[in-house]
């Protein structure tokens, strides 16, 4: 019996947009370009060049890249998107609300105008993703969303203001009540540190060990050198203080902004920090890269984990796979765990991980047998609204020039393959 490819679940319309986007990303030639145009619409406050202003403009990135990475401009066209991916076979989605705010650096800040057209319109959007998201999906919270006074209160690692912090409390409350899980997504190094300290804060209060697993996530980004050091120290913070730490794994994606010394000298390194931590974690034991804490006096002993490994390295996700399909069968104990892409990119990944999901479903007949759970990460909002994300997922393309250029290739084989077979070639 011939071997079915994992694309076949997508729709034909599917793989030739994410076929022409591919092609554009991985040829020097048209990338350079489109960046820069994509460059000017995303930072420019002409109302010519504003998708949301201009209905040809909007017409023709709504069909191609926005269709390609983005979910939707409105509820039902976001609830619409989230029912065809799982329809797909995906257990569930990551759901991230698009709004980013304008910042000046030095700036003063007029606090009435910016809890009126920063804050509240950034809750309210947060919270209507938290309703969107349905149970066991996870919300993204971008905080630097919020705008000026949630970046100044993080910059200083401070105490934000209180209609801030009431937000951000009743979108931690209603994801807990929904079932919904919150992930606090990685931002820039400056605020970095102060993004971690609410994270923790908000860990304390709703992963609670035996209820459930954990509700709020943190973002770790392994091209960080430091990255395994934080993990380290909140997993003894966890221990000690007797919460799940939610950990979502990615790679990084501010390497054009953060300070360069920041960051693992070269890709390798960032992959071995990757998968060293992934590893960890999984297994539950320290290693090479995951040591224990300095000042952790529990003698190398985990605290409850429950872990989101989200990135596009085919061998990083097989690895992890491996892991754990080597604990099942020896009947050992664990972690939650799935894996995440971004919409639009690394389908091969994604949809081989639901091709063996559904396999192995149908085939269990005991505990013995992992069954992988895929995520899509999926953002939402105006065209507009998502021009600095679709952006960024333009650069990403660009910094993985061969993992696109993989992807392109895997989709030609894919579009010639349902060629031959509408003429019934073998």
């Given amino acids: 019996m011939p071997k079915i490819s994992p694309l076949s679940i997508l729709p034909l319309s599917a793989v030739i947009r994410s076929l022409a986007i591919n092609t554009i990303s991985s040829s020097p030639l048209l990338l350079a370009p489109s960046l820069k145009i994509m460059t000017i619409l ?20 709504k069909n191609t890249f926005y269709k390609q990475f983005c979910a939707g401009e409105t509820h039902a066209e976001v609830q619409r998107t989230i029912r065809g991916i799982k329809d797909l076979g995906f257990q569930g989605v990551f759901l991230c609300y698009a709004r980013e705010v304008e910042k000046s650096p030095g700036a003063s800040v007029d606090v009435e105008k910016c809890l009126r057209d920063e804050v509240l319109p950034w809750a309210e959007g947060t919270l209507a993703t938290v309703r969107l998201a349905e149970p066991g999906d ?64 908000y ?48 790679r990084g994606a501010y390497m054009g902004s953060d300070p360069r010394e920041l960051i693992h000298d070269t ?38 984990v429950d872990l989101a490994l989200a990135g596009h390295n085919l061998h990083s996700v097989r690895k992890a796979h491996a892991i754990r399909t080597e604990q099942a069968e020896k009947g050992e104990d664990r972690i ?64 993985a020039v061969g993992r696109t250029r993989e992807g392109r290739n895997e989709m030609g084989k894919e579009l010639i393959r349902r060629v031959k077979g509408m003429f019934a070639w073998r």
């Avoid at 919904?180 to 820039?188: G, I, M, R, S």
């Fill in 203 to 250: 860990m304390k209060r709703y992963n609670k060990p035996g209820k459930g697993g954990a509700v709020i996530y943190g973002t770790y980004q392994a091209y960080l050198k430091a990255c395994p050091r934080v993990v380290a120290n909140h997993m003894a913070m966890a221990r000690k203080e007797n919460f799940t730490l939610g950990v979502k794994l990615v």
């Fill in 336 to 399: 939650e765990l799935c894996y995440a892409q971004l919409q639009g990119m690394a389908d091969e990944v994604s949809c081989e991980l639901v091709a063996e999901g559904t396999q192995r479903a149908r085939d269990a007949l005991d505990s013995k047998t992992d069954i992988p759970r895929a995520y899509k990460y999926l953002t939402w909002g105006t065209t507009g609204e998502c021009m600095k994300y679709l952006l960024r997922r333009a650069y990403e393309n660009r910094d």
């Fill in 42 to 61: 995303a930072h420019s406050h002409n109302p010519i060049l504003s998708p949301d202003r201009n209905p040809i403009l909007r017409f023709l990135l």
């Fill in 138 to 201: 996870f919300v993204c919270i971008k905080v630097t969303g919020a705008g000026s006074l949630a970046l100044q209160a993080l910059e200083k690692q401070g105490v934000c203001h209180a209609t801030l912090k009431q937000a951000i409390d009743d979108i931690c409350a209603l994801g807990a009540k929904r079932g919904v899980k919150l992930a606090f997504d990685a931002e820039h190094a400056a605020v970095q540190p102060g993004i971690d300290l609410w994270t923790l804060k």
């Fill in 267 to 304: 890709k390798r390194e960032t992959d071995e920090c990757y998968d060293g931590i992934a590893e960890a974690l999984i297994r539950q034991r320290y290693n090479s890269v995951l040591q224990p804490a300095h000042h952790d006096h529990g003698e190398g002993e985990f605290p409850a």
